[in-house]
């Protein structure tokens, strides 16, 4: 009788652990999210403390760079010696980074030590995904990756008011603070709840495609960061960094088909799915976080909103966002199908941006509201079908370079996105102020086309006037660019085939069969 009740338990024992392991997961991916925005709502008080104004971008630049590089490198760490043991390591070296950045004295030591943080924060969220990955069947995939994105979206609606609070009360240097206790609870949930079984590869680690790779991604990053700002987009540094990141990319894809254990092996790229995702996602991370970017500066500037509350501006995109996730998951879930979300994302997402790109002076916060919801409801459906179908494209033992390779396609999206967007942003502010607002206007826009609150304040009504007009022009230009990229998710998702998912079916092959979740009490 003892036993028989042992057995009936079991399975309710088995998914209370799983919900440990996924709040552990969960923390940590909020301190993926969180970082950036936190910080960057604390930057003017750290250039007011340490100095050093002219390396500001440095400090995010930094943190971008090391992760978007070690990414790819994680994955395949996980994959080849144990996903569990990876995972708290690249959680220790970001708390070791986190600490280190708040102690920091000077602008350069804070950049060298939110490289290290950088480096960190590449293996929390590929760890976050291939855990996932690991535990949980794809049938149920959905809805926890669902949860994942509702995590996002609350990190960058809550980000600028959180750091906005810590800085005034506790000072900037909490801002990475913070990231320590709640760092040491997932490290502690994932060491007692989480057991995956270790493994040990027999070949070395392909150093010589590590280097390749990550002097193609820095060279990629730095290209998108610096080009038009920094240096113009002519100028023999950016060419020589187009150069060097071309070269090594051509030797990286080189390299991979005779390297033993590769970095990213090319195979995976052979499965149809998983390459029109990696597609889906560079575009969604070009889309999403050019929006996050010129949204809230445009109703900053043009319809007069607070900047203190930031994060809320993007409120109805993001909420959006969160709703549709978890639908999209949970109907994943119950019904086994996934076709309709990228197709129907990429539609909205299309609708939605050229509907942003039609805003101008006269636009009602209500109406944009309504067009930045039509974006999230799109951005919702893509998110983590793309990270789900991805994974159910490959097998087991890549799963850790799939979501590295995922996650890796929408930071560069991201970089690309941010950098051309801009670009065209700035390109149109500038031209409409030279044509509206004279002389003046070309003064006050030469260094930046962006403005604070306080600076437009400052300015005559014309020349105020104009400004908020070429704004308006800047964002119309922006979005109508983001809505044609969106056109090539929308065809690529039409490609999509729905391959059952893994654990689907109620007759599952021994091939197809989902290993139970490896988690014990």
Not at 61 to 76: D, E, F, I, V
Not at 336 to 343: I, K, L, S, W
Not at 424 to 437: C, P
Request: hydrophobic share 50%; proline share 3%.
């Amino acid at each position: 009788m003892a036993d028989t009740q042992t057995v009936e338990t079991e399975p309710d024992k088995k998914q209370r652990s799983v919900r440990v392991v996924l709040l552990a997961l969960m923390i940590t991916m909020m301190l993926a999210m969180l970082d950036n925005m936190i910080v960057g709502t604390a930057m003017p008080t750290i250039v007011g403390e340490l100095g050093g104004l002219e390396h500001l971008s440095w400090v995010v630049t930094a943190y971008t760079l090391a992760t978007a590089a070690a990414t790819p490198l994680w994955g395949k760490l996980g994959d080849m010696y144990g996903r569990k043991g990876v995972f708290m390591t690249s959680i220790v070296l970001f708390l070791i980074g986190s600490a280190l950045s708040g102690m920091a004295q000077d602008m350069g030591q804070l950049i060298g030590f939110r490289a290290v943080q950088g480096l960190g924060a590449g293996g929390l969220m590929v760890g976050v995904m291939a855990i996932i990955g690991d535990l949980i069947p794809p049938r149920e995939r959905g809805k926890y990756q669902g949860m994942m994105a509702g995590v996002m979206a609350l990190a960058m609606i809550g980000g600028p008011l959180v750091g906005g609070t810590i800085t005034d009360n506790w000072g900037w240097r909490w801002s990475f603070y913070i990231n320590l206790p709640l760092g040491v609870v997932a490290l502690g949930l994932i060491s007692v709840v989480l057991h995956l079984p270790a493994k040990r590869a027999q070949a070395r680690i392909d150093y010589l495609g590590a280097a390749l790779l990550t002097v193609g991604i820095t060279s990629i990053v730095l290209v998108t960061t610096w080009g038009g700002t920094e240096y113009a987009w002519t100028s023999a540094r950016i060419m020589e960094l187009i150069g060097i990141g071309v070269a090594a990319l051509v030797g990286f894809v080189f390299w991979q088909t005779k390297a033993a254990e590769p970095v990213l092996p090319l195979h995976i790229f052979r499965s149809r799915n998983f390459t029109l995702m990696s597609i889906i996602g560079f575009v969604t991370g070009f889309v999403m976080f050019g929006a996050t970017l010129f949204l809230p500066l445009y109703q900053q500037s043009v319809q007069g909103a607070s900047a203190t509350n930031s994060g809320l501006l993007l409120l109805p995109m993001l909420g959006a966002m969160l709703v549709t996730s978890m639908v999209a998951g949970r109907v994943t879930t119950n019904s086994g199908r996934y076709y309709v979300f990228p197709v129907l994302g990429s539609v909205l997402m299309v609708i939605g941006l050229y509907l942003l790109s039609t805003m101008d002076t006269g636009t009602s916060r209500l109406t944009s509201g309504i067009f930045m919801a039509v974006v999230g409801l799109g951005m919702g459906c893509l998110m983590q079908i793309t990270m789900l179908v991805a994974q159910n494209s490959v097998e087991m033992k890549d799963m850790g370079v799939a979501s590295s390779s995922t996650t890796l396609f929408r930071t560069l999206g991201s970089s690309f996105g941010v950098a051309i967007m801009g670009a065209l942003f700035n390109h149109r502010v500038q031209d409409t102020m030279a044509e509206r607002g004279g002389s003046l206007g070309s003064k006050v826009t030469e260094q930046s086309a962006q403005l604070d609150a306080k600076s437009l304040e400052k300015l005559p009504d014309a020349v105020r006037e104009a400004y908020q007009y070429a704004v308006s022009a800047g964002t119309h230009s922006a979005f109508l660019l983001g809505s044609i990229v969106a056109v090539v998710a929308l065809v690529a998702a039409v490609f999509v085939k729905e391959v059952p998912l893994k654990g689907a079916g109620p007759q599952k092959s021994a091939d197809d069969a989902a290993p139970a979740p490896l988690v014990e009490v």
